[in-house]
């Protein structure tokens, strides 16, 4: 298929999981709106239609919790074809039903892109509209997250992390007692082949966690306290302190002094927490259990983040072009979601090893920005090769570039044609 064929599948892909101003993931595996895979998207509309880009994020914050939260699934309507649903979740937070905790905060990131790529004059209002939306989320995120003020965001579940069965959550996972759960049918696996997805042991404790947050009415301060599983993390600690950066970017737009020196306070103490993430062996950052200060041994693709969360001192860079260059050098495509040299390690099952397209563009900007623009391009001509080979899967093996998971992905299309095809680096150039 052309380059131009691709963007066309893109667009149709699209326009096809468009609900009426909401985008589903991929029709059948996920059939709801998902957090930050609709913030994704936009940045995908807004190639050929920004008022539509507006919309999905506008409909996710439709959703937002009383407390701040915005939902990681919102739940339209009711889909047999999906567990866990609403009646799982037994959330009362917010004005749609909903899952009961949230997503990395890629949010206002993307906000800021849409006010700068502009064609319409009307960005900067509707980027105003949701400000003190934007504002109340990531209050929430440092209260409930950090009740400790540590300067890094912890996670209550692995789904609010995005990467559900990532070696990094397995020691805590595995301290999670598996109890209150009902009998329960999965239904991802009837979609998509098992040996990609999170095995029955994962989802036992997936489900045990929600049973707890259950019990205490999903209270984000005794979810904090009593969670069986909190972990720091650094993919929703970066994406935050990036997305807190473009936050003061809009504060300044609006002329909203207040709110930019509380931003600035956070931006300043998180630089510093961010510190509590580094693994001092390994050269990166890494998560760490808030429950038995343990760090993780391995490098994810989210710790070549620190840059995108302008942390780009020379050590951190220095370190962090190591260890592209070593994984680089032993799998065909850059970059898996967890280190090919780690045992844990597995090409095709889901956040344990395979290339995903919006990781990659993060970390590709990131990289960009501290003056890498080698790497960067290698992660996007790397991209755009898996794409060109498998088409809008969900993920790709970094080995053969085989595509897994689901089938026309709105996601992937989304980064394909905001950065990752070669007809959008011309228009670029
Ligand atoms: C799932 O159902 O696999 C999702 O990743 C949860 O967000």
Same mark, same amino acid.
């Given at each position: 298929?052309?380059?131009?064929?691709?963007?066309?599948?893109a667009?149709?892909?699209?326009?096809?999981?468009?609900?009426?101003?909401?985008?589903?993931?991929?029709?059948?595996l996920?059939?709801?709106?998902?957090?930050?895979?609709?913030?994704?998207?936009?940045?995908?509309f807004?190639?050929?239609?920004?008022?539509?880009?507006?919309?999905?994020?506008?409909?996710?914050?439709?959703?937002?919790?009383?407390?701040?939260?915005?939902p990681?699934?919102?739940?339209?309507?009711?889909?047999?074809?999906?567990?866990?649903?609403?009646?799982v979740?037994?959330?009362?937070?917010?004005?749609?039903?909903?899952?009961?905790?949230?997503?990395?905060?890629?949010?206002?990131?993307?906000?800021?892109?849409?006010? /700068?790529?502009? =064609?319409s004059?009307? #960005?900067?209002?509707?980027? &105003? !509209?949701?400000?003190?939306?934007?504002?109340?989320? +990531?209050?929430?995120?440092?209260?409930?997250?950090?009740?400790?003020?540590?300067?890094?965001?912890?996670?209550?579940?692995?789904?609010?992390?995005g990467?559900?069965?990532?070696?990094?959550?397995?020691?805590?996972?595995?301290?999670?007692?598996?109890?209150?759960?009902?009998p329960?049918?999965?239904?991802?696996?009837?979609?998509?082949?098992?040996?990609?997805?999170?095995?029955?042991?994962?989802?036992?404790?997936?489900l045990?966690?929600?049973?707890?947050?259950?019990?205490?009415?999903?209270?984000?301060?005794?979810?904090?306290?009593?969670?069986?599983?909190?972990?720091?993390?650094?993919?929703?600690?970066?994406?935050?302190?990036?997305?807190?950066?473009?936050?003061?970017?809009?504060?300044?737009?609006?002329?909203?002094?207040?709110?930019? /020196?509380?931003? =600035?306070?956070?931006? #300043?103490?998180?630089?510093? &927490? !961010?510190?509590?993430?580094?693994?001092?062996?390994? +050269?990166a950052?890494?998560?760490?259990?808030?429950?038995?200060?343990?760090?993780?041994?391995?490098?994810?693709?989210?710790?070549?983040?620190?840059?995108?969360?302008?942390?780009?001192?020379?050590?951190?860079?220095?370190?962090?072009?190591?260890?592209?260059d070593?994984?680089?050098?032993?799998?065909?495509?850059?970059?898996?979601?967890y280190?090919?040299?780690?045992?844990?390690?597995?090409?095709?099952?889901?956040?344990?090893?395979?290339?995903?397209?919006?990781?990659?563009?993060?970390?590709?900007?990131?990289?960009?920005?501290?003056?890498?623009?080698?790497?960067?391009?290698?992660?996007?001509?790397?991209t755009?090769?898996?794409?060109?080979?498998?088409?809008?899967?969900?993920?790709?093996?970094?080995?053969?570039?085989?595509?897994?998971?689901?089938?026309?992905?709105?996601?992937? #299309?989304?980064?394909?044609?905001?950065?990752?095809?070669?007809?959008?680096?011309?228009?670029?150039?």
């Amino acid at each position: 298929m052309s380059n131009a064929d691709l963007d066309n599948t893109a667009r149709t892909i699209l326009i096809e999981n468009d609900q009426g101003g909401y985008t589903v993931p991929t029709k059948g595996l996920y059939p709801y709106q998902w957090n930050w895979d609709s913030v994704f998207v936009a940045l995908g509309f807004a190639t050929f239609d920004q008022d539509r880009a507006w919309r999905e994020i506008e409909m996710l914050f439709e959703g937002q919790w009383r407390d701040g939260m915005v939902p990681h699934i919102l739940f339209r309507k009711d889909d047999p074809s999906y567990f866990p649903g609403p009646k799982v979740w037994g959330t009362d937070g917010g004005p749609i039903p909903s899952s009961g905790h949230s997503q990395p905060p890629v949010a206002a990131t993307v906000i800021r892109d849409l006010v /700068d790529t502009d =064609r319409s004059g009307k #960005a900067l209002e509707r980027a &105003g !509209a949701l400000f003190p939306q934007l504002m109340n989320w +990531h209050r929430w995120y440092l209260a409930y997250r950090d009740p400790d003020n540590l300067g890094v965001l912890a996670i209550i579940h692995p789904w609010e992390s995005g990467r559900d069965n990532l070696p990094d959550w397995d020691d805590a996972l595995r301290a999670v007692e598996v109890k209150d759960i009902e009998p329960y049918e999965r239904k991802d696996t009837s979609h998509v082949d098992p040996a990609m997805r999170p095995h029955k042991e994962d989802y036992d404790r997936y489900l045990s966690i929600m049973a707890a947050c259950r019990s205490v009415g999903w209270d984000p301060a005794e979810v904090a306290r009593t969670c069986p599983f909190f972990v720091a993390d650094p993919g929703v600690t970066f994406i935050f302190l990036r997305a807190s950066r473009d936050l003061l970017v809009l504060a300044d737009k609006l002329g909203k002094e207040a709110e930019a /020196d509380e931003i =600035r306070g956070w931006i #300043a103490h998180m630089e510093k &927490g !961010a510190k509590n993430l580094w693994n001092g062996d390994l +050269h990166a950052h890494v998560a760490f259990d808030r429950r038995t200060g343990k760090h993780t041994d391995g490098i994810s693709s989210m710790s070549f983040l620190a840059p995108y969360a302008g942390l780009a001192d020379a050590k951190t860079l220095t370190s962090l072009q190591g260890h592209f260059d070593r994984i680089a050098a032993k799998v065909r495509y850059t970059m898996p979601s967890y280190d090919p040299d780690h045992p844990s390690f597995e090409p095709l099952r889901y956040w344990r090893g395979p290339v995903w397209a919006m990781v990659n563009y993060m970390i590709a900007r990131g990289f960009a920005e501290a003056g890498d623009a080698i790497r960067a391009e290698k992660l996007r001509s790397d991209t755009a090769q898996l794409v060109e080979t498998s088409g809008f899967a969900e993920y790709f093996s970094p080995e053969t570039a085989a595509g897994a998971g689901g089938g026309t992905f709105s996601w992937t #299309a989304a980064i394909w044609l905001t950065w990752a095809s070669p007809t959008h680096v011309k228009q670029a150039a």
